[in-house]
């Protein structure tokens, strides 16, 4: 018995060992300036959110605040607007809403000048106190919601951050993303 100890905990010390090493993701949080950040594929192990997903967000009081759901395909920057192309992804999207709707202020944040629901759910889901209750209510949201239903119907999403008046256009198609990105006289190639 004591021999199997002798190798068996040694061996399980690697494997943790080797988990944290290769399971890191060593991207990191990319300042896109004004406050607003790329975050790269993130996954929350020891957090009960378990979130896994990257994004556009804008910190607020020490909390993410997205601004464009997950899948970020590509984006690029100047001092003046972020563009984005993004391939919605409705799984993580939903955790993330789930995230930030009940465990709001942890590590997301809610915060209606940011995320375009479609109506102000704060006062909804304050009395939701069960699983069941918390998973129809974003369930609802993911299939209802017209900004989400706009980013599930489009094959790519496209967006265009103004960073100086906080002003987020999208989600968009290819052609009107590049339609508006010449009338706006924004310089940046996607």
């Known amino acids: 018995m004591k021999k199997i100890l002798y190798i068996l905990i040694p061996t399980i010390a690697i494997v943790i ?6 399971g890191r993701n060593d991207e990191r949080k990319i300042n896109l300036g004004q406050g607003y950040y790329y975050i790269p594929f993130q996954e929350i ?7 896994g997903g990257n994004g556009i967000y804008v910190y607020k009081s020490n909390c993410k605040v997205p601004i464009i759901f997950p899948d970020i395909i590509s984006y690029k920057y100047d001092s003046t607007y972020i563009l984005v192309k993004q391939k919605f992804n409705f799984l993580q999207t939903k ?3 789930e995230t930030m709707l009940f465990l709001p202020n942890t590590y997301f944040k809610y915060d209606k000048d940011f995320v375009f629901l479609e109506e102000s759910y704060s006062d909804s889901f304050s ?3 069960d699983t069941i209750q918390m998973e129809e209510f974003i369930t609802n949201i993911m299939n209802h919601d017209k900004y989400i239903m706009k980013m599930v119907a489009n094959d790519e999403n496209y967006y265009i951050i103004n960073k100086s008046n906080n002003k987020i256009i999208g989600p968009l198609k290819y052609e009107i993303f590049k ?3 010449l009338e706006m006289r924004i310089q940046i190639d996607l």
């Open 127 to 129: 009395n939701k106190n």
């Open 45 to 51: 192990t020891f957090d009960v959110t378990s979130f």
């Open 179 to 181: 339609k508006l990105k």
């Open 95 to 97: 955790s993330l809403l």
């Open 17 to 22: 060992i080797l988990l944290f090493i290769f």
